[in-house]
């Protein structure tokens, strides 16, 4: 029995977003203004027959697939809007659910820092994966459940505001977004990311 954890459709994968996402995946790299849809489900071996309901349905090209004991997760994208949500209806026929079978996020925990100290810069920068944080800046971090919400955090947060994603963690017990800027435009960022996770329909997570 598969449970389907996270299921969001991005429909513009924003610069910064896009650049993260190929230079931390092993798969087809994606780019700026593509589509992408993010599956998360449990347990984690049946990402592998997920993934062959995409690719052998559609056009669009696999970016990430991560197979962990408890959870997988995919990711696939293209220019065609309509071929990412095909794979996404590819994938829900194949597995006999519906995308309201999908969990709601759940923020699970929001921290702001202003004004941050150089010597902690340091150590977010040596675990960091995306743009470097400096001091003085304003840090967001971000634990949503499930982990696959991160990806949408991260996109809608580059959306609305000219923030620097600093990581993202889209797997795992819990997603993770670290966030840096200004004040001001960290509130921006904030208000987005609270709005698209509001907007996901589903069950309630647990």
């Known amino acids: 029995m598969v449970t389907l954890r996270t299921y969001v459709f991005l429909d513009v994968m924003q610069l910064q977003f896009a650049s ?4 931390t995946a092993r798969g087809y790299l994606p780019v700026a203004e593509q589509a992408s849809l993010w599956v998360e489900i ?3 071996i049946e990402i592998n027959r997920v993934t062959d ?3 052998k349905k559609t056009q669009v090209k696999p970016g990430v697939q991560v197979v962990e004991r408890a959870y ?14 095909a794979a996404g209806a590819a994938i829900l026929d194949g597995l006999g ?21 150089p010597y902690q810069t340091m150590l977010i920068n040596r675990n960091r994966k995306g743009n470097m944080i400096l001091a003085g800046q304003t ?21 609305a505001s000219p923030i620097s994603i ?16 200004t004040d ?3 509130h921006e960022g904030v208000k987005a990311i609270e709005a698209a996770l509001q907007a996901i329909t589903g069950r309630e997570a647990s």
């Open 184 to 186: 001001s435009h960290i």
């Open 97 to 117: 659910l519906t995308a309201e079978q999908r969990m709601k996020p759940k923020i699970i925990s929001q921290q702001v820092i202003t004004n941050l100290d």
């Open 139 to 159: 840090l967001y971090v971000l634990e949503v459940l499930p982990a696959g919400y991160a990806v949408l955090a991260a996109n809608e947060a580059e959306k």
């Open 53 to 55: 309901l995409a690719l």
């Open 20 to 23: 993260f996402v190929a230079s």
């Open 42 to 44: 449990a347990p984690g």
């Open 166 to 181: 600093v990581d993202i963690r889209p797997y795992g017990a819990f997603g993770r977004v670290y966030l840096a800027g």
């Open 72 to 85: 997988g997760l995919l990711e696939v994208h293209s220019f065609d809007q309509g071929q990412v949500r």
